[in-house]
């Protein structure tokens, strides 16, 4: 499977003293990041970086994410706008290199034949970064499927349910 913004980079060409680079989704890597997010809409996505190579082949990556985007409202499917900016912290592994596990450690990209993908890589940090959960102002969940407001498949299980 090809990603929808794909921007390969071969690591070893990464110069010793570094490599900024600017990257930007096109019209139809936006809509086709946005079919497979299930987003209304991407308007915008975009991320400046900084590559430096580090021991071992590993390039260090900083920077920031930043994407424009419209879901539905998970109550009303009006359409919720939101806004992401996102710190960039990778390291890109080269081939055979084991990710390490440390919870405060930059997120290791692994390559294949000393490639790695930039472009998927941000869309993956994009997909964590989207609200689950979006919510249009004002809107509230329904009210009165049970004495205690709860809602759901067995709400109505509750008022069967000795008082005691």
């Not at 690591?11 to 003293?17: E, Y």
């Not at 086709?32 to 071992?56: I, N, Q, V, Y």
């Not at 919720?80 to 450690?105: K, T, Y």
């Not at 890589?121 to 004002?138: C, E, F, M, T, W």
Request: charged share 25%; glycine share 10%.
């Amino acid at each position: 499977m090809t990603p929808e913004f794909s921007h390969r980079l071969a690591i070893a060409k990464v110069p010793a003293g570094g490599q900024a680079l600017n990257l930007a989704a096109s019209a139809e890597e936006r809509a086709a990041l946005a079919a497979r997010f299930d987003l209304l809409a991407l308007h915008g996505l975009s991320a400046e970086l900084r590559l430096m190579p580090g021991l071992e082949g590993v390039v260090h990556v900083t920077g920031r994410l930043t994407a424009e985007l419209e879901q539905a409202c998970g109550i009303t499917l009006a359409p919720v706008r939101q806004s992401i900016a996102e710190a960039v912290a990778w390291r890109l592994l080269p081939e055979g290199m084991e990710p390490s596990d440390g919870e405060d450690e930059p997120d290791d990209i692994e390559t294949e034949q000393g490639v790695a993908d930039l472009g998927e890589a941000l869309a993956q940090q994009l997909s964590l970064a989207i609200d689950p959960y979006p919510r249009a102002p004002g809107a509230e969940m329904p009210r009165g499927l049970g004495d205690d407001g709860a809602h759901g498949p067995f709400a109505k299980l509750l008022t069967l349910k000795p008082q005691g």
